[in-house]
């Protein structure tokens, strides 16, 4: 919470990497702290400069609206900068994070695209064989201090992916499935035509059965294959030994959602008063300038209707929208609402939340997954 800004130095190995937004590995004192790159400058008049020591991310986490609002909120409120950005992001899921690699091209295709660069080749080399290893780990085996630079550069020639996985706290939720498709369908059926007969291998066949019999490009859950086909782990591990089954993860998104009354599912027709409010919005939406507006009428008289039509607005035209609410206990009744006409792409935000799905809300929101935020005040840094 110290109140300035401080200036380092980039070395040359990392210059392609310096971006504003990203976090950088830096000295500070005895210790090695991350920090956020504010501004990259050609030439400084503080003498004597630390070099950073590492890059941590290919592309900025803070991007330059968010820097332009913090940096606001900071001058206005009195707050130190470094304050208002923790409260931006979810502090303690990044801080937390480790990086997992794992190769992405084939091997001879990585080993071409890193020749004349040994690091990254032994970065190649180790990854071989392996289904995914630390950053940590790697920067052990390279004994090298700049690890992430040259990770972001094996990223860029799309060579590597890295995967930021959390604490327990708070970190991606995944679940493995089994992706059906017509070539993966013959093998089926070949298999389940050679051994229809065979009561010794009757639960591995109800898999294969369950599986040949599912529509094309859908991707089943482990658990509900299990379930379904009243089979067994044990029979899919079975046919994973064969190559007949290949198993794939991916993600799961944890997400605040409540009933909403029957009453409520319907779509309405905007009374006369509702259709005038939505028209002067629509117009200040489709002018691209700023312009605010009071929606005046009593409990029940249908301005959240209007809300939810003028974002359907600024969706059509390639907006998003930030819907904040007083206080948490409107939440629930809210968000049921937007979700019935909005689904997945309502992303919601509070307190109450757990640190999985704050940080879910939040990488959602920032990759565009998600175009509605709902939540109190602190759901203006989405």
Known sequence: AVDQLFTYNVPDILQKQIKVGV????????????????????STNVPRLKDILDVLDSEP???????????????????????????????????ESKKFISLKANIANALLKTSGAPKQT?????????????????????????????????????????????SARSKPKYEKIISVNEQAKRSWNEWLTENQNSKRLLKQTLVLKYLAESPNGVSLPLIKIVKKSKSSLSSINMHISRGLVTITQREVKRSVSYELHESQQQNIVLNEHQQSALSQIDSAISENKFHSFLLHGI??????????EAIKSALVKGKSAIVLVPEISLTPQIVARFQFHFGDKVAVFH???????RYDAWRLAKRGDCSIVIGPRSAIFA
Do not use: C
């Not at 590995?25 to 990259?40: D, H, R």
């Open 23 to 42: 976090r950088i590995m830096a000295p500070f004192g005895k210790k090695k702290v991350i920090g956020f790159v504010v501004n990259i400058s050609s």
């Open 61 to 95: 986490l803070i991007s330059t609206e968010m820097f332009k609002l913090t940096k606001w909120i900071s001058e206005y409120y009195f707050a130190p900068l470094s304050e208002v950005l923790k409260t931006a992001v979810p502090q303690k899921s990044i801080s």
């Open 122 to 166: 032994q970065i190649v080399n180790l990854l071989i064989n392996k289904k995914e290893i630390s950053a940590s780990s790697i920067q052990k085996s390279l004994n090298t201090k700049s690890i992430h630079s040259l990770l972001n550069e094996l990223v860029q020639k799309d060579i590597i992916s890295v995967e930021e996985k959390l």
């Open 299 to 308: 409990t029940g008289s249908g301005k959240t209707q209007v809300y939810i």
């Open 351 to 357: 307190s109450k939340m757990s640190a999985g799905e």
